[in-house]
T-cell receptor, first 113, second 115 residues
Framework: DQQVKQNSPSLSVQEGRISILNCDYT??????FLWYKKYPAEGPTFLIS?????DKNEDGRFTVFLNKSAKHLSLHIVPSQPGDSAVYFC????????????FGKGITLSVRP | ETGVTQSPTHLIKTRGQQVTLRCSSQ?????VSWYQQALGQGPQFIFQ???????GRGNFPPRFSGLQFPNYSSELNVNALELDDSALYLC??????????????FGPGTRLTVL
């Protein structure tokens, strides 16, 4: 039972264009969501997060949108750069003791020069 | 300030053996979580330790066990290894429970291969 789903395994975009990475979740208890980026031979690195009380959070080139009614979030990267090529994981959790991160399978983003 | 480190980097074991993986948390962090990342999958939560006590466990059998030490370093022990235990094992530390206010910092992982 996958509670966080990233249905597209890969995405390829041209440098300078927008990258849109999608994520769906099923657990209504989740109240915050995170995106992690992972390069080969490195651990995941936190990118951006959003609390369920918001519908948008922006940090430089990265923006995360949350649609609670659809249980859907997306990460927008504008403009995309070749250094953004990596695996991106969507993760979700709920606030409180014993909380844990539940990850999606990840999506491999390739930004073509 | 040093980041999260893990040892060893790679490990090869045979079925039935036991393995211990180690993690050194980021300075000042009192919470450590362990994740298993199988090939083509996202990290799966194994368990979390907060101030030396287990504080949450995922859907893993008891042969997966852990320890957190007073200096907040941690071990993951796996007994009776099975072929499906082959994966990247990630350790993550944070200051307090995972929340929107407490970022988890991941180590580079230990690649375990079970033959």
């Amino acid at each position: 039972d996958q509670q966080v789903k990233q249905n597209s395994p890969s995405l390829s975009v041209q440098e300078g264009r927008i990258s849109i990475l999608n994520c769906d979740y099923t657990n209504s208890m989740f109240d915050y969501f995170l995106w992690y980026k992972k390069y080969p031979a490195e651990g995941p690195t936190f990118l951006i997060s959003i609390s369920s009380i918001k519908d948008k959070n922006e940090d430089g080139r990265f923006t995360v949108f949350l649609n609670k009614s659809a249980k859907h979030l997306s990460l927008h990267i504008v403009p995309s750069q070749p250094g953004d090529s990596a695996v991106y994981f969507c993760a979700a959790s709920y606030t409180g003791a014993n909380s844990k991160l539940t990850f999606g399978k990840g999506i491999t983003l390739s930004v073509r020069p | 300030e040093t980041g999260v480190t893990q040892s060893p980097t790679h490990l090869i074991k045979t079925r039935g053996q036991q393995v211990t993986l180690r993690c050194s948390s980021q300075s000042g962090h009192n919470t450590v979580s362990w994740y298993q990342q199988a090939l083509g999958q996202g990290p799966q939560f194994i368990f979390q330790y907060y101030r030396e006590e287990e504080n949450g466990r995922g859907n893993f059998p008891p042969r997966f066990s852990g320890l957190q030490f007073p200096n907040y370093s941690s071990e993951l022990n796996v007994n009776a290894l099975e072929l499906d235990d082959s994966a990247l094992y990630l350790c993550a530390s944070s200051l307090g429970w995972v929340s929107v206010y407490n970022e988890q910092f991941f180590g580079p992982g230990t690649r375990l291969t079970v033959l």
